[in-house]
């Protein structure tokens, strides 16, 4: 047998996924995530785009900083201050690179860059230049590569190369190309531009009409050695490939392809469970690899072959991408001990005076219900308070609803450091809850969805709520864990609250 060849994960959950309606996490969130990634395997983090917000500039150069292992990218457009931000972001971090991108198509470059072509190619000269004064880890994308003039792209990227790049990334940014065709284009561009043979070609695949792993894996059997891809698939629109479906195909059908990833599969499900916690946006039941149907038969004459012969109906195993079948549960009598266990069981790792915060809410949590599950566990070890970064935070809270009473609300919120109370009232005991909050923060917000979910079975169950809430064109969610649904509703709303406040200081991104 020839030798096994490994692809590369650029994984872009941080920067494209995050960028996308309703995913928007705060620094320490992305932090969190960036670190089960690296976990996880992925050679390449995209960690966002330094020079989007101060915000953004300073999550970047933390992960940089904390990471050991994968290289941490920033996103940045040709913009000379653009490379200087991703620059000064990660300079210091033990490995880290510049990625920097420009319109391509005839489209975007009349009516988005409005640029003549010879000037965007020389824009793109410069940035690369600039990169590589800095690290030579220099990765250069033509945006809407799939729209452009094949022989334009072949004189950008030749000169690119020529420049200093070392990944050229082709990606369909709009989703609109097919296996057949995104074959020809990877083809003919290592064959054809200077020095092909001498850097790595990368895809970066859209999901509008459902091609993007399919293009991926195309794009490999044309030559590209990495993809960019994002755990559960999120990104831009429809999102981009899905990692844990493209790390599973190369692990299911490795003889038939020869080749592999360096990601560790097993981690694959907590990656997703962890995204999930931290957006508070599902996956769908039928979602490969990771959806709660993923790997369920419910057909009788499916589960009677499974019980005599996994591989009848399955194949890989549920544990192969890390899904547990332990149920162990926890109780008001589990110590701190036993609680720690289970955390580090589930993938998490809490130490010090955020296992104390964990602990102490367990124990609040234990004594009001029977049973704590690992989904439990999970919202308490993934619901930290972004205290220090917050603008709002929710003190206490007193509802009166029934019959006969108009319901009210009583709030004491801390806001910018200041101790405030208000009272109003609304149509129910959660609408007084928000109208309340809603007039503390005098926020101008819309509320566009309201989601409640018991995240175990029984009445004791802890209330899930997820609210998505818009101002100004922008969309951020907030999820918020309680078994009184009221203050779940409370928790979720400012945690929307605060994350609209860091979405308002950034520009957004490509
Ligand atoms: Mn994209």
Redesign the pocket.
């Known amino acids: 047998m020839s030798e096994i060849e490994t692809i590369k994960i650029f994984d872009?959950t941080l920067r494209?996924g995050e960028q996308s309606p309703g995913f928007t996490m705060n620094a320490e969130e992305k932090l969190i995530m960036a670190q089960q990634l690296a976990k996880m395997g992925v050679d390449t983090i995209e960690a966002g785009f330094a020079a989007a917000s101060p915000g953004d500039f300073e999550s970047v150069r933390d992960i940089g900083h904390t990471l050991k292992g994968p290289m941490v990218v920033s996103l940045c457009r040709t913009r000379i201050e653009d490379v200087d931000a991703a620059a000064e972001a990660l300079k210091g971090s033990p490995n880290w690179g510049i990625h920097t991108f420009v319109a391509a198509s005839p489209l975007h470059m009349k009516y988005k860059l409005q640029q003549d072509p010879e000037d965007v190619l020389r824009g793109a000269v410069k940035a690369v230049e600039r990169s590589k004064s800095f690290t030579d880890n220099v990765e250069f994308s033509p945006e809407d590569a799939t729209r452009s003039e094949p022989e334009f792209l072949v004189r950008m990227v030749s000169e690119c190369i020529r420049a200093g790049a070392t990944v050229i990334n082709i990606?369909d940014?709009v989703g609109y190309t097919t296996p057949d065709e995104i074959y020809q284009l990877i083809d003919r561009l290592r064959n054809e531009v200077y020095q092909g043979d001498q850097v790595t070609f990368s895809v970066?695949c859209?999901n509008d009409l459902g091609l993007a792993v399919a293009n991926s894996l195309a794009a490999v059997r044309a030559g590209a050695r990495q993809i960019e891809c994002t755990i559960n698939g999120i990104?831009?629109r429809a999102g981009?490939a899905s990692l844990e479906e493209l790390v599973m195909l190369f692990k299911v059908r490795k003889e038939m392809f020869g080749m592999e990833t360096n990601i560790v599969s097993e981690e694959l499900y907590h990656a997703s469970r962890l995204l999930t916690q931290l957006t508070g946006i599902p996956v769908q039941p039928n979602k490969a690899i990771v959806g709660a149907n993923a790997f369920a038969h419910e057909a009788g004459i499916h589960q009677d072959g499974v019980l005599k012969n996994p591989l009848t109906y399955e194949i890989m195993t549920p544990e192969s991408v890390g899904i547990k079948s332990n149920n162990l549960v926890l109780g008001k009598h589990s110590g701190r001990h036993a609680l720690a266990a289970r955390i580090r069981e589930l993938g998490y790792e809490v130490s010090g005076s955020e296992l104390n915060r964990v602990f102490g809410e367990f124990k609040r949590l234990a004594d009001l219900k029977k049973t704590v599950y690992d989904e439990d566990i999970e919202a308490l070890v993934t619901q930290s308070d972004t205290t220090g970064q917050s603008r709002y935070r929710l003190l206490s809270m007193n509802v009166v609803s029934g019959t006969n009473t108009v319901p009210t609300a009583t709030v004491e919120m801390e806001i910018d450091g200041q101790v405030m109370r208000e009272a109003h009232f609304g149509d129910g005991p959660v609408d007084a809850a928000l109208n309340t909050i809603k007039r503390l923060t005098q926020s101008k917000c819309t509320l566009t969805q309201y989601k409640v979910n018991a995240i175990t079975g029984g009445t004791d169950a802890q209330g899930e709520v997820t609210v998505s809430i818009e101002e100004n064109g922008k969309a951020v969610t907030g999820r918020g864990t309680d078994p009184d649904i009221i203050l779940a509703s409370a928790k979720a709303f400012v945690v929307a609250l605060n994350r609209m406040e860091y979405r308002k200081k950034r520009i957004e991104g490509?």
């Open positions: 872009t494209d990606p940014t970066h859209h990104g831009e981009n490509v």
